[in-house]
């Protein structure tokens, strides 16, 4: 009776496990569903946010902050799962923000053609330049793409024809933009418009990684020689992930436009590809939601560490702390070797760690039990043993015991003989 008891327990425990399991699986859902009601709401984070979640302000932040967690997820997919390091994916999300903001003022076309036009300009460019640079493997591709992203930021700076605006950048005229995207009191459909981008390039990520492609880039990540001797050709898989993740860059530009009202030359430097590269490492390369962390934490970090360093408390320190951390730089380095130095593999392997360390701790909790009883417990949880377990063994497994060691025996005597 007490046998079918503890079975009973145990299935139902094990059907309850399942069922939170299932129930796990849909938190991206609520997640997003929770980032997408934000705007309404009107509750106060003091230390992360300025004000209230709704405000203005706040839904700037948070904008910026899903931009550049969407970016990291489409440069992961170039550095974590096809092994390429590219320093010049600036290149392309510069690309789509000043073509579109060309095509607006230049041409006079709404903002929904030049965006297109923006989007088909930066993949384009991405299929030229990837064409180019991926003749080339390793470090060589890595300096080829950095040479590429430094001659386009001496162009923009160069201003030609008065169409970049050169170092100050060019602001869109906000009669060019739909009016449900400009001033203050929309800012929430700008949030909206990002947390669909992030959704998009989340998207898109997990569905090419898990097609056959998506195999492929996973083969060529751990081993493109052995890739070309099943008979692929790796060279036009990696030419696709660069186009991929060139125009998910592309589109963030565009959206970057809209959150910032015009291009700005930074996005053009090799710092711009620096900082996804930091954030890519900081979540955890080649994981699903790793880059997005990451890039969410750096991108608030660089806007808030900039008002701990310019606080009061920093400015009565002595000089040999305050020079310091009066820099955000600073600050925002020693944050990411932190987590580095904690978490070799990100912020995404900290649930593993977690669960690691519950396992240990049950296990050192449980003790190494007694050898008999221990058995004899596993099988009346697994509903086929028939002992009651503490120690107890039952007369069939006695039987079956006693039996083998005199075979034993008779095995011996017959050598011995």
């Not at 620096?274 to 962390?293: A, D, E, F, Q």
């Not at 519950?358 to 449980?366: L, N």
Request: with cysteine; aromatic share 8%; net charge neutral.
């Amino acid at each position: 009776m007490s046998t079918v008891t503890g079975t009973g327990a145990a299935l139902a425990a094990g059907a309850e496990r399942s069922a939170a399991r299932r129930l796990l699986r849909w938190w991206p859902v609520g997640l997003f569903v929770l980032l997408f009601v934000l705007p309404y709401g009107a509750i106060e984070v003091p230390g992360l946010l300025d004000g209230p979640v709704g405000s203005p302000g706040s839904l700037q932040l948070l904008a910026l902050c899903l931009l550049f967690g969407a970016l990291a997820t489409g440069y992961d997919l170039l550095l974590g799962r096809t092994g390429l390091l590219s320093f010049g994916h600036a290149l392309y999300f510069a690309a789509g923000s000043y073509a579109t903001n060309t095509m607006m003022q230049e041409a006079g076309l709404s903002f929904g053609l030049s965006a297109v036009l923006g989007l088909v300009f930066g993949i384009a460019l991405a299929v030229l330049l990837g064409s180019v640079a991926l003749r080339v493997t390793g470090i060589a591709f890595s300096m080829v793409t950095l040479a590429f992203a430094q001659a386009a930021s001496i162009l923009v700076a160069r201003d030609p024809g008065g169409f970049t605006g050169g170092e100050e950048g060019r602001a869109v005229a906000a009669d060019l933009l739909p009016s449900a995207l400009v001033g203050i009191e929309n800012t929430a459909n700008l949030y909206w418009i990002t947390l669909a981008f992030l959704a998009l390039t989340l998207a898109v990520v997990h569905w090419t990684t898990h097609s056959p492609t998506g195999r492929v880039w996973e083969g060529i990540r751990e081993n493109e020689r052995r890739v070309e001797v099943l008979g692929l050709r790796p060279y036009g898989f990696k030419l696709l992930a660069f186009t991929v993740a060139s125009a998910l860059a592309a589109l963030g530009g565009i959206v970057h436009l809209l959150l910032t009202g015009g291009s700005t030359p930074h996005t053009t430097s090799s710092e711009f590809t620096l900082s996804l590269l930091v954030m890519v490492v900081l979540g955890g390369s080649g994981t699903r939601w790793g880059p997005m962390l990451g890039g969410v934490l750096y991108t608030w970090a660089d806007q808030r560490l900039g008002d701990v360093a310019g606080s009061a408390a920093v400015a009565d320190l002595p000089a040999v702390l305050r020079v310091p951390l009066s820099q955000p730089l600073f600050l925002l380095g020693v944050l990411f070797v932190v987590i580095v130095g904690v978490l070799p593999g990100g912020l995404a392997a900290l649930p593993g760690r977690v669960r690691a360390a519950r396992a240990a701790r049950r296990g050192a909790d449980a003790g190494p039990g007694d050898g008999d009883g221990g058995r004899g417990e596993e099988s009346d949880a697994d509903g086929s043993g028939s002992g009651t377990g503490g120690g107890r063994t039952a007369p069939a497994v006695r039987h079956s015991r006693a039996s083998a060691a005199s075979a034993d025996a008779d095995v011996k005597e017959r050598q011995s003989s």
